[in-house]
Protein backbone atom coordinates (compact mmCIF):
# COMPACT_ATOMS: atom_id res chain seq x y z
CA UNK A 1 0.00 0.00 0.00
CA UNK A 2 1.47 3.06 -0.95
CA UNK A 3 0.80 6.67 0.55
CA UNK A 4 0.97 9.62 -1.89
CA UNK A 5 1.22 13.18 -0.27
CA UNK A 6 -0.56 15.71 -2.26
CA UNK A 7 0.55 18.79 -3.18
CA UNK A 8 -1.94 21.02 -5.12
CA UNK A 9 -1.17 24.05 -6.95
CA UNK A 10 -3.36 27.25 -7.21
CA UNK A 11 -1.14 30.24 -8.12
CA UNK A 12 1.92 29.21 -7.45
CA UNK A 13 1.48 28.03 -3.91
CA UNK A 14 0.77 24.59 -1.61
CA UNK A 15 -3.13 24.68 -1.06
CA UNK A 16 -5.93 22.31 -0.29
CA UNK A 17 -9.47 22.98 -1.35
CA UNK A 18 -12.83 22.42 0.49
CA UNK A 19 -15.03 20.73 -1.59
CA UNK A 20 -12.93 21.57 -4.69
CA UNK A 21 -14.13 25.09 -4.20
CA UNK A 22 -11.73 27.37 -5.62
CA UNK A 23 -12.34 30.32 -3.48
CA UNK A 24 -12.01 28.02 -0.49
CA UNK A 25 -8.28 27.49 -0.47
CA UNK A 26 -5.90 27.49 2.42
CA UNK A 27 -2.10 28.36 1.71
CA UNK A 28 -0.20 25.67 3.43
CA UNK A 29 3.70 26.71 1.59
CA UNK A 30 4.69 29.21 -0.99
CA UNK A 31 7.04 27.25 -1.61
CA UNK A 32 6.13 23.97 -3.53
CA UNK A 33 9.32 22.87 -3.99
CA UNK A 34 10.21 22.98 -0.55
CA UNK A 35 7.66 21.49 0.64
CA UNK A 36 8.06 18.69 -2.02
CA UNK A 37 11.80 18.18 -0.38
CA UNK A 38 10.34 18.07 2.94
CA UNK A 39 8.07 15.06 1.96
CA UNK A 40 10.98 13.40 0.18
CA UNK A 41 13.02 13.34 3.02
CA UNK A 42 10.30 11.72 5.47
CA UNK A 43 10.58 8.69 3.23
CA UNK A 44 7.32 8.67 1.09
CA UNK A 45 7.90 7.16 -2.43
CA UNK A 46 5.51 8.85 -4.18
CA UNK A 47 4.22 12.75 -4.93
CA UNK A 48 0.79 13.20 -5.73
CA UNK A 49 0.62 16.99 -7.42
CA UNK A 50 -2.31 18.58 -9.30
CA UNK A 51 -2.04 21.92 -11.01
CA UNK A 52 -5.35 23.29 -9.74
CA UNK A 53 -5.52 26.52 -12.38
CA UNK A 54 -4.23 23.74 -14.80
CA UNK A 55 -7.48 21.54 -14.24
CA UNK A 56 -10.22 24.74 -14.70
CA UNK A 57 -8.08 26.05 -17.89
CA UNK A 58 -7.41 22.89 -19.83
CA UNK A 59 -3.49 23.79 -19.60
CA UNK A 60 -0.25 23.56 -17.73
CA UNK A 61 -0.18 26.51 -15.67
CA UNK A 62 1.83 26.04 -12.87
CA UNK A 63 4.19 24.57 -14.37
CA UNK A 64 6.99 26.35 -13.02
CA UNK A 65 6.06 25.21 -9.52
CA UNK A 66 5.82 21.44 -10.79
CA UNK A 67 9.03 21.86 -12.44
CA UNK A 68 10.99 23.18 -9.05
CA UNK A 69 9.15 20.23 -7.34
CA UNK A 70 10.75 17.66 -9.60
CA UNK A 71 14.34 19.22 -9.35
CA UNK A 72 13.56 19.43 -5.38
CA UNK A 73 12.83 15.64 -5.15
CA UNK A 74 14.87 13.95 -8.06
CA UNK A 75 15.78 11.18 -8.27
CA UNK A 76 14.60 9.52 -4.90
CA UNK A 77 10.95 10.10 -5.54
CA UNK A 78 8.49 9.57 -8.23
CA UNK A 79 5.47 12.44 -9.19
CA UNK A 80 2.34 11.32 -10.88
CA UNK A 81 0.87 14.62 -11.79
CA UNK A 82 -2.42 16.07 -12.68
CA UNK A 83 -4.45 19.06 -13.80
CA UNK A 84 -4.87 20.12 -17.23
CA UNK A 85 -2.85 17.79 -19.37
CA UNK A 86 -5.38 17.36 -22.53
CA UNK A 87 -3.10 16.43 -25.11
CA UNK A 88 -0.64 14.22 -26.25
CA UNK A 89 1.89 17.20 -26.28
CA UNK A 90 1.60 18.09 -23.03
CA UNK A 91 1.66 14.49 -22.07
CA UNK A 92 4.77 13.72 -24.24
CA UNK A 93 6.23 16.92 -22.71
CA UNK A 94 5.70 15.92 -18.46
CA UNK A 95 6.95 12.69 -19.04
CA UNK A 96 9.90 13.77 -20.85
CA UNK A 97 10.50 16.31 -17.95
CA UNK A 98 10.86 13.77 -15.08
CA UNK A 99 6.96 13.19 -14.32
CA UNK A 100 6.85 9.53 -13.46
CA UNK A 101 3.34 9.59 -14.76
CA UNK A 102 0.38 11.77 -15.62
CA UNK A 103 -3.04 12.04 -14.33
CA UNK A 104 -6.05 12.23 -17.27
CA UNK A 105 -9.01 13.43 -15.78
CA UNK A 106 -11.51 15.20 -17.90
CA UNK A 107 -10.05 14.02 -21.35
CA UNK A 108 -10.70 10.48 -19.69
CA UNK A 109 -14.74 11.13 -20.06
CA UNK A 110 -14.46 12.93 -22.77
CA UNK A 111 -12.15 11.79 -25.39
CA UNK A 112 -11.71 8.16 -23.96
CA UNK A 113 -9.06 7.33 -27.19
CA UNK A 114 -6.57 9.69 -26.19
CA UNK A 115 -6.20 8.10 -22.76
CA UNK A 116 -6.00 4.76 -24.77
CA UNK A 117 -3.36 6.18 -27.02
CA UNK A 118 -1.63 7.73 -24.29
CA UNK A 119 -1.14 4.28 -22.36
CA UNK A 120 -0.17 2.63 -25.14
CA UNK A 121 2.71 4.97 -26.05
CA UNK A 122 3.60 5.13 -22.55
CA UNK A 123 3.52 2.09 -20.65
CA UNK A 124 3.04 2.10 -16.69
CA UNK A 125 2.92 5.67 -17.17
CA UNK A 126 -0.63 7.09 -17.28
CA UNK A 127 -3.19 7.60 -14.72
CA UNK A 128 -7.10 8.00 -14.95
CA UNK A 129 -8.31 10.53 -12.40
CA UNK A 130 -12.03 9.87 -11.64
CA UNK A 131 -13.79 12.73 -10.05
CA UNK A 132 -17.23 11.68 -8.55
CA UNK A 133 -20.29 13.59 -6.60
CA UNK A 134 -22.51 11.64 -5.55
CA UNK A 135 -21.51 8.57 -7.60
CA UNK A 136 -21.46 10.80 -11.48
CA UNK A 137 -18.24 11.74 -12.67
CA UNK A 138 -17.02 15.17 -12.32
CA UNK A 139 -14.82 17.45 -14.77
CA UNK A 140 -13.08 20.86 -15.71
CA UNK A 141 -11.36 21.14 -12.47
CA UNK A 142 -14.87 19.60 -11.12
CA UNK A 143 -16.87 22.33 -12.27
CA UNK A 144 -19.25 20.29 -14.30
CA UNK A 145 -20.69 17.35 -14.05
CA UNK A 146 -21.95 13.95 -16.16
CA UNK A 147 -24.61 11.45 -15.69
CA UNK A 148 -21.96 8.79 -16.41
CA UNK A 149 -21.64 6.73 -13.35
CA UNK A 150 -17.74 5.99 -11.64
CA UNK A 151 -17.36 2.16 -12.62
CA UNK A 152 -19.07 3.08 -16.41
CA UNK A 153 -16.50 5.35 -16.60
CA UNK A 154 -13.47 3.23 -15.49
CA UNK A 155 -14.73 0.10 -17.35
CA UNK A 156 -13.89 2.19 -20.38
CA UNK A 157 -10.14 1.31 -19.55
CA UNK A 158 -9.97 -2.45 -18.41
CA UNK A 159 -7.88 -3.40 -21.69
CA UNK A 160 -5.90 0.05 -22.16
CA UNK A 161 -2.82 -0.75 -20.25
CA UNK A 162 -3.19 2.21 -17.73
CA UNK A 163 -0.91 2.18 -14.61
CA UNK A 164 -4.28 2.91 -11.99
CA UNK A 165 -7.35 4.67 -11.25
CA UNK A 166 -7.43 7.19 -9.04
CA UNK A 167 -10.65 7.31 -7.35
CA UNK A 168 -12.09 11.26 -5.43
CA UNK A 169 -15.36 11.10 -3.74
CA UNK A 170 -15.53 14.90 -4.09
CA UNK A 171 -17.75 15.23 -0.91
CA UNK A 172 -15.27 14.48 1.50
CA UNK A 173 -12.45 16.19 -0.31
CA UNK A 174 -10.52 18.49 2.32
CA UNK A 175 -13.25 18.07 4.74
CA UNK A 176 -11.20 15.25 7.15
CA UNK A 177 -14.63 12.87 7.08
CA UNK A 178 -12.83 9.71 6.15
CA UNK A 179 -12.10 8.00 2.63
CA UNK A 180 -15.12 6.98 1.47
CA UNK A 181 -14.26 3.30 1.24
CA UNK A 182 -16.90 1.55 0.47
CA UNK A 183 -17.47 2.94 -2.68
CA UNK A 184 -13.68 2.77 -3.66
CA UNK A 185 -13.70 -0.95 -2.78
CA UNK A 186 -16.60 -1.38 -4.85
CA UNK A 187 -14.84 0.17 -7.60
CA UNK A 188 -11.88 -1.67 -7.05
CA UNK A 189 -13.78 -4.96 -7.46
CA UNK A 190 -15.48 -4.15 -10.38
CA UNK A 191 -12.34 -3.65 -12.32
CA UNK A 192 -8.64 -5.11 -12.38
CA UNK A 193 -7.10 -1.88 -13.22
CA UNK A 194 -5.45 -1.11 -9.59
CA UNK A 195 -7.57 1.74 -7.47
CA UNK A 196 -5.82 4.58 -5.56
CA UNK A 197 -8.33 6.16 -3.05
CA UNK A 198 -8.44 9.68 -2.58
CA UNK A 199 -10.74 12.55 -0.57
CA UNK A 200 -11.41 12.86 2.83
CA UNK A 201 -8.35 10.48 4.65
CA UNK A 202 -8.73 12.21 8.51
CA UNK A 203 -6.36 10.27 10.59
CA UNK A 204 -4.30 6.98 11.25
CA UNK A 205 -7.20 5.27 11.61
CA UNK A 206 -8.00 5.92 8.03
CA UNK A 207 -4.31 4.07 7.65
CA UNK A 208 -5.12 1.27 9.63
CA UNK A 209 -8.78 0.64 7.58
CA UNK A 210 -6.35 0.70 4.51
CA UNK A 211 -4.35 -1.80 6.03
CA UNK A 212 -6.94 -4.08 6.91
CA UNK A 213 -7.36 -7.44 4.68
CA UNK A 214 -10.33 -6.01 2.99
CA UNK A 215 -8.70 -3.54 1.85
CA UNK A 216 -5.64 -4.99 0.08
CA UNK A 217 -6.91 -4.51 -3.31
CA UNK A 218 -6.15 -1.26 -3.11
CA UNK A 219 -2.91 0.38 -4.65
CA UNK A 220 -2.72 3.28 -2.26
CA UNK A 221 -4.35 6.27 -0.99
CA UNK A 222 -3.56 10.15 -1.21
CA UNK A 223 -3.48 12.07 1.55
CA UNK A 224 -3.53 15.97 1.72
CA UNK A 225 -5.24 18.14 4.68
CA UNK A 226 -4.55 15.99 7.48
CA UNK A 227 -0.57 16.01 7.00
CA UNK A 228 -0.64 19.99 6.30
CA UNK A 229 -3.03 20.14 9.49
CA UNK A 230 -1.27 17.58 11.45
CA UNK A 231 -4.21 14.80 12.25
CA UNK A 232 -1.71 12.28 10.21
CA UNK A 233 1.88 12.15 12.21
CA UNK A 234 3.66 11.44 8.08
CA UNK A 235 6.33 9.07 10.62
CA UNK A 236 3.79 7.44 12.28
CA UNK A 237 1.98 6.21 9.20
CA UNK A 238 4.94 5.32 7.16
CA UNK A 239 5.45 2.91 10.02
CA UNK A 240 2.25 1.64 9.60
CA UNK A 241 2.64 0.92 6.32
CA UNK A 242 6.00 -0.88 6.83
CA UNK A 243 4.85 -2.96 9.35
CA UNK A 244 7.87 -1.44 11.32
CA UNK A 245 6.73 -0.81 15.01
CA UNK A 246 5.68 2.87 15.90
CA UNK A 247 7.39 4.59 18.81
Known sequence: MILYPAIDLKDGACVRLKLGDMNEATVYNADPAAQAGDFARLGFPWLHVVDLNGAFEGRSVNGTA???????VAPGMKVQLGGGIRDMAAIA?????????VILGTVALRE???VRAAAKAYPGRVVVGI??????????????????GVVDLARKFED?????????????????????????????????IPVIASGGLASIEDVRKLMAPEAAILDGAISGRAIYDGRLDPAEAL?????????
Do not use: C, F, Q
Open 239 to 247: ALIAGAPIA
Open 160 to 192: AGVAAIVYTDIDRDGVLKGLNMLATLKLAHAIS
Open 66 to 72: VEAILAA
Open 112 to 114: PEL
Open 131 to 148: DARAGKVAVEGWAESSEL
Open 93 to 101: AWLDKGVSR
